[in-house]
């Protein structure tokens, strides 16, 4: 009876064993077939900010669009819902996945460099896209593709100038977007530069709307509270321009070209542009969210062992209520 026992036993650990081996053997063999099938593909892990506004959506898309399987590239993403803590997870499992490129657009400027040099020592190049990053190191990033945010503040500080008088007593309210993030920081210096060239500025508010609609709305909504007479609302993105005109149309307060208000956003998305041709917004300050084909191209080129140049600032216009056309709007891309 024992020896029946053993002999069963044995037949039942023979059996458990071979499917142990066999079932790892599927799954070496799917990673294999997974790696055979992605090894002819290029593998990139595009660690994503978020889906906070249109400009967001846009620059996802544009991803996308660059990085399709029809150009060989296997393109995996992940959303950080606007947290640091994400994307540095986002990015540890690009580096054990074995991806390719790493593309990170930082949420943030600050607090990268542990990670990135994990992804250095794995031996996998990092593209950022969109912000910038403050590191100890610059070796630990391959190429840069974005904006001069510092320049796009600059040039709505110009318009209000030129066009609501540098010598005008002006109260200002600022919706600035994500505290810390590269387009916060550049925008708020052109718009802190200009109040002090000025005597006449007065920023009587500025608060953070985190670059969305619905915080962009509540702070608005605060501000309105406070402050009975708001010449020039400064947003730091469109989002935060729709949530705020939300809040004024609630209180009955009036804005844009024939409004007491005057608003200057930025991002020029589509919809803060068609609200920039319906005189709702003053002054769009574009961001070209249409990083896909420059990281791309430096993927390719990268792959033939070229060194593409470490920076690259993607073009951006400005669009002004009252000369924006709505074919100039019909033949943009965002
Ligand atoms: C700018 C980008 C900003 C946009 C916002 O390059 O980082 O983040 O201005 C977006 O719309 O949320």
Redesign the pocket.
């Known amino acids: 009876m024992k020896k029946m026992l053993a002999v069963a036993m044995s037949i039942l650990a023979l059996t458990f064993a071979s499917y142990t081996v066999r079932e790892s053997r599927c799954a070496d063999a799917a990673k294999d077939d997974k790696q055979t099938s992605a090894g002819a593909m290029t593998v990139v892990g595009f660690s994503q ?2 889906v ?5 959506m846009a ?1 996802t898309q544009s991803m996308k669009k660059a990085f399709s399987e029809k150009k060989g590239y296997k393109l995996i993403i992940k959303d950080a819902q606007q947290k640091q803590s994400r994307q540095i997870a986002a990015i540890r499992d690009f580096i054990a996945q074995r991806v390719d490129y790493i593309v990170l ?1 930082p949420v943030t400027e600050e607090g990268w460099d542990k990670v990135l040099r994990e992804a250095k020592d794995a031996g996998i190049p990092v593209i950022i896209v ?2 910038m990053i403050k590191t100890s190191d610059n070796d630990l990033f391959t190429c840069w593709v ?2 001069d ?1 510092r320049k796009e503040g600059g040039t709505a500080v110009i318009w209000m100038e030129k066009n609501l008088g540098s010598d005008k007593d002006l109260h200002i309210a600022h919706l600035q ?2 505290m810390g ?3 916060q920081i550049g925008r708020t210096e052109a718009l802190q530069a200009g109040v002090s060239k000025n005597p006449g500025w007065r920023m009587v508010a500025s608060d953070s709307g985190d ?2 609609q619905a915080k962009g709305k509540e702070v608005m909504e605060r501000i309105l509270k406070q402050y009975p007479q708001i010449d020039v609302l400064y947003c ?4 935060m321009a729709f949530g705020a005109m939300e809040a004024m149309d609630e209180v009955g307060r009036t804005y844009g070209v024939k409004g007491a208000t005057k608003i200057i956003s ?2 020029a ?1 589509h919809a803060g542009l068609t609200a920039t041709l319906e005189g709702k917004i003053n002054f769009n300050v574009e ?1 070209n ?1 249409l990083h896909g084909p420059r990281v791309e191209e430096i993927i390719r080129r990268l792959k033939t062992g070229e060194r593409p140049a470490k920076l690259a600032y993607v073009d951006e216009a400005a669009f002004d209520a009252t000369v924006i056309t709505q074919a100039e709007l019909d033949q943009r891309e965002y």
């Open positions: 900010v978020g906070e506004s249109d400009w967001r620059n657009a969109d912000r974005g904006s945010f977007g994500s993030s590269s387009a670059f969305t730091e993105n469109d989002n930025f991002d998305t961001c969210p």
